[in-house]
T-cell receptor
Framework: GAVVSQHPSWVICKSGTSVKIECRSLDFQATTMFWYRQFPKQSLMLMATSNEGSKATYEQGVEKDKFLINHASLTLSTLTVTSAHPEDSSFYIC????????????FGDGTRLSIL | SQQGEEDPQALSIQEGENATMNCSYKTSINNLQWYRQNSGRGLVHLILIRSNEREKHSGRLRVTLDTSKKSSSLLITASRAADTASYFCATIGQAGTALIFGKGTTLSVSS
C-alpha cells in the first residue's frame, strides 16, 4: 500500500516551454504533498509544501511564479515549471504524507527534466 | 534548508563487510528517518525511529538515535552488492511536517 505515482519520469524540451509534472497517491488520500529538487550527486532540497485546497507554501528562494503548484484533489498535486530554462534542469521528486503522525512519507520515482 | 551532515560522504566496502553511516541534525525532532536512493530513482523508506527510541532493527539494518548529541547512525550488516546506493537521513521538526534531508552517504559494495 501507500503508492505514489509520478509522471512523466523523463522530459526533454526546448527552453521557454512550460512543463507539468503530476504526483498521484494511488491508494490513499494525501492532504499534504511535498516537492523536492535534487541536483546531481546532491541531496534533496524541499521546494514547497502542497496542501489540498489551499495555496502551497514555498521555501525561501523558490520562485512561486516559476514553480506553480496545484493540489486540487486529495490524490493529485501538480508542479508546473513555467518558461523553463536550462538552469531548471534537475531531478524533481514528490512525496505524500499519509496524515498520521510518525509515519514515513512515500515518494514518487522522480522526474528528470532536461531543458535544451 | 538542510538539517545537517552525514558522514562519511562516500564509503566503499567489500561484500560481507558491515557499513556504518552517521547523521547529525540541528533542531529538536519528532522522528528521524533513513531512506535509500538508487541512482536516478525515487526514495525508498528504510527505518523510522522516534525521538523517544534509542535503537531500532529491521533485517540487516540497525539504527541508533542519540538525541542528546543530535545524531543517528545506520548500520548495514553483511553488505551485498545490491546495497550499493545513496543513503539519506531525514528529520521532521516538532512543528513541521516536511522532511529535511541530510547530505547523504554514497555506499559502494563490490563483490
Amino acid at each position: 500500500g501507500a503508492v505514489v505515482s509520478q509522471h512523466p519520469s523523463w522530459v526533454i524540451c526546448k527552453s521557454g516551454t512550460s512543463v507539468k509534472i503530476e504526483c498521484r497517491s494511488l491508494d490513499f488520500q494525501a492532504t499534504t504533498m511535498f516537492w523536492y529538487r535534487q541536483f546531481p550527486k546532491q541531496s534533496l532540497m524541499l521546494m514547497a509544501t502542497s496542501n489540498e485546497g489551499s495555496k502551497a507554501t514555498y521555501e525561501q528562494g523558490v520562485e512561486k511564479d516559476k514553480f506553480l503548484i496545484n493540489h486540487a484533489s486529495l490524490t493529485l498535486s501538480t508542479l508546473t515549471v513555467t518558461s523553463a530554462h536550462p538552469e531548471d534542469s534537475s531531478f524533481y521528486i514528490c512525496s505524500a504524507d499519509v496524515g498520521v503522525g510518525n509515519q514515513p512519507q512515500h515518494f514518487g520515482d522522480g522526474t528528470r527534466l532536461s531543458i535544451l | 534548508s538542510q538539517q545537517g551532515e552525514e558522514d562519511p560522504q562516500a564509503l566503499s566496502i567489500q561484500e560481507g563487510e558491515n557499513a556504518t553511516m552517521n547523521c547529525s541534525y540541528k533542531t529538536s525532532i519528532n522522528n528521524l528517518q533513513w531512506y535509500r536512493q538508487n541512482s536516478g530513482r525515487g526514495l525508498v523508506h528504510l527505518i523510522l525511529i522516534r525521538s523517544n527510541e534509542r535503537e531500532k532493527h529491521s533485517g540487516r539494518l540497525r539504527v541508533t538515535l542519540d538525541t542528546s548529541k543530535k545524531s543517528s547512525s545506520l548500520l548495514i550488516t553483511a553488505s551485498r552488492a545490491a546495497d550499493t546506493a545513496s543513503y539519506f537521513c531525514a528529520t521532521i521538526g516538532q512543528a513541521g511536517t516536511a522532511l529535511i534531508f541530510g547530505k547523504g552517504t554514497t555506499l559502494s559494495v563490490s563483490s
